[in-house]
């Protein structure tokens, strides 16, 4: 039976994070630190016009690229949060969540032999796709004492004349680090000096902390080779809606949305009404409470583990920290599986998340400050029996 699976889905590995939680799924009585996603309710204007469009019948296809209604909100809330200024009927597409962005940016862009550059860590999805569309995954190892910032050196030192496109992701998961406009820059003329196109993954562009956002894409020169994406998954706590949407050229929507077109037809109908909700009136006020909430569990979070000892960058974004566990000599995967035996305490290995993930564990603080007060006393008696 084996024969009729293809080769490049067969040596793909499953996610790390999938495999590390089918594990956690049988100890029903542990706590964990390692889920992605919001610990907020859906705010409730939104969940109710969800449900108000199911209950009034609106229930049929949309446009393939979404509500136009909703597309203008988008293109409102792009040069709001992007300063970038996008045509809502030619340059943007609403999808099913980001995922379904980056996997049909990367099938439309990528030949076979061409090169991607994907920082790591970084979100799981990056370098198998590249695998399966037939491009080569270029991976650069961030390094923590650049904060996880990519560097415009380390750029220029994996570019060859097969490198096509630069995946960006920040605010990171699961380092929970930011690149700043400064750092922007200087990877920006890189980008344009040998002719790249970027994808720039932005779904943790409302969570930010101690300076303001900052895309790629509103830099001189980038817009014309920049796709966004983004989505609601995590500033408005959508996860199970899966909503999300790019932003880009013309030229280049017109093709995204032909493969959108084939794959998906369009995104659900009832999650396009929830979000447009959420983008009317002052989202703002929707976003800035669950923010803050995220800003103080980080502040305990952070300051929790440097007084036990572990070092760890303080996050700027997203809602993760990723402490250094090297030092006690396991690897993180086996420092993860003895946490979860010993202690009931789930997190995620680094190395889930690209080769220099190794030596760290990314811990979620998407958690009530009463859970993660307990997940701090059970990780130090750990700890303290290690040291």
Same mark, same amino acid.
């Given at each position: 039976?084996?024969?009729?699976?293809?080769?490049?889905?067969?040596?793909?590995?499953?996610?790390?994070?999938?495999?590390?939680?089918?594990?956690?799924?049988?100890?029903?009585?542990?706590?964990?630190?390692?889920?992605?996603?919001?610990?907020?309710?859906?705010?409730?204007?939104?969940?109710?016009?969800?449900?108000?469009?199911?209950?009034?019948?609106?229930?049929?296809?949309?446009?393939?690229?979404?509500?136009?209604?909703? @597309?203008?909100?988008?293109?409102?809330?792009?040069?709001?949060?992007?300063?970038? &200024?996008?045509?809502?009927?030619?340059?943007?597409?609403?999808?099913?969540?980001?995922?379904?962005?980056?996997? *049909?940016?990367?099938?439309?862009?990528?030949?076979?032999?061409?090169?991607?550059?994907?920082?790591?860590? =970084?979100?799981?999805?990056?370098?198998?796709?590249?695998?399966?569309?037939?491009?080569?995954?270029?991976?650069?190892?961030?390094?923590?004492?650049?904060?996880?910032?990519?560097?415009?050196?380390?750029?220029?030192?994996?570019?060859?004349?097969?490198?096509?496109?630069? *995946?960006?992701?920040?605010?990171? &998961?699961?380092?929970?680090?930011?690149?700043?406009?400064?750092?922007?820059?200087?990877?920006?003329?890189?980008?344009?000096?040998?002719?790249?196109?970027? *994808?720039?993954?932005?779904?943790?562009?409302?969570?930010?902390?101690?300076?303001?956002?900052?895309?790629?894409?509103?830099?001189?020169?980038? @817009?014309?080779?920049?796709?966004?994406? &983004?989505?609601?998954?995590?500033?408005?706590?959508?996860?199970?809606?899966?909503?999300?949407?790019?932003?880009?050229?013309?030229?280049?929507?017109?093709? %995204?949305?032909? %493969?959108?077109?084939?794959? *998906?037809?369009?995104?659900?109908?009832?999650?396009?009404?929830?979000?447009?909700?959420?983008?009317?009136?002052?989202?703002?006020?929707?976003?800035?409470?669950? @923010?803050?909430?995220?800003?103080?569990?980080? &502040?305990?979070?952070?300051?929790?583990?440097?007084?036990?000892?572990?070092?760890?960058?303080?996050?700027?974004?997203?809602?993760?920290?990723?402490?250094?566990?090297?030092?006690?000599?396991? =690897?993180?995967?086996?420092?993860?599986?003895?946490?979860?035996?010993?202690?009931?305490?789930?997190?995620?290995?680094?190395?889930?998340?690209?080769?220099?993930?190794?030596?760290?564990?990314? %811990?979620?603080?998407?958690?009530?400050?009463?859970?993660?007060?307990?997940?701090?006393?059970?990780?130090?008696?750990?700890?303290?029996? %290690?040291?």
């Amino acid at each position: 039976m084996r024969d009729f699976l293809t080769k490049k889905i067969t040596d793909i590995q499953p996610s790390g994070i999938r495999k590390f939680f089918d594990i956690v799924s049988e100890q029903p009585d542990a706590i964990s630190l390692g889920v992605g996603e919001p610990d907020f309710d859906t705010p409730s204007h939104m969940t109710q016009e969800g449900v108000r469009s199911i209950q009034e019948g609106r229930t049929f296809y949309t446009a393939n690229a979404g509500l136009i209604e909703l @597309r203008e909100k988008i293109s409102d809330y792009l040069l709001f949060r992007n300063k970038v &200024n996008y045509d809502p009927k030619t340059e943007i597409v609403v999808t099913v969540g980001g995922s379904e962005a980056i996997d *049909i940016a990367l099938r439309t862009f990528v030949d076979p032999g061409d090169e991607v550059i994907i920082p790591q860590p =970084s979100f799981v999805c990056y370098e198998p796709i590249t695998q399966i569309v037939g491009g080569t995954p270029v991976t650069i190892d961030l390094k923590a004492e650049n904060q996880f910032m990519l560097t415009p050196e380390e750029l220029e030192g994996v570019l060859t004349e097969k490198s096509k496109i630069l *995946i960006l992701s920040y605010p990171n &998961n699961p380092t929970g680090g930011t690149m700043d406009r400064e750092a922007l820059i200087k990877i920006a003329d890189v980008v344009k000096k040998h002719d790249l196109l970027v *994808i720039t993954d932005e779904i943790y562009a409302e969570l930010v902390y101690d300076e303001p956002f900052t895309s790629i894409a509103e830099l001189p020169g980038m @817009r014309e080779r920049t796709i966004v994406i &983004n989505g609601f998954s995590k500033g408005f706590a959508m996860t199970g809606w899966r909503l999300g949407f790019m932003a880009g050229p013309e030229m280049f929507m017109e093709q %995204l949305l032909k %493969l959108h077109q084939y794959t *998906i037809m369009a995104a659900p109908t009832a999650s396009q009404y929830a979000a447009l909700a959420g983008l009317k009136n002052n989202w703002q006020e929707t976003v800035e409470p669950m @923010r803050l909430s995220y800003e103080e569990r980080r &502040n305990y979070l952070h300051h929790a583990l440097e007084k036990m000892g572990l070092t760890c960058y303080k996050a700027k974004g997203a809602f993760y920290l990723f402490p250094q566990i090297s030092q006690f000599g396991l =690897s993180s995967e086996e420092f993860a599986l003895r946490l979860l035996d010993e202690e009931k305490l789930a997190v995620v290995p680094g190395s889930a998340f690209g080769k220099s993930g190794e030596g760290f564990i990314r %811990l979620s603080y998407a958690y009530s400050i009463y859970e993660l007060k307990e997940a701090i006393q059970r990780l130090e008696r750990f700890v303290t029996r %290690l040291k």
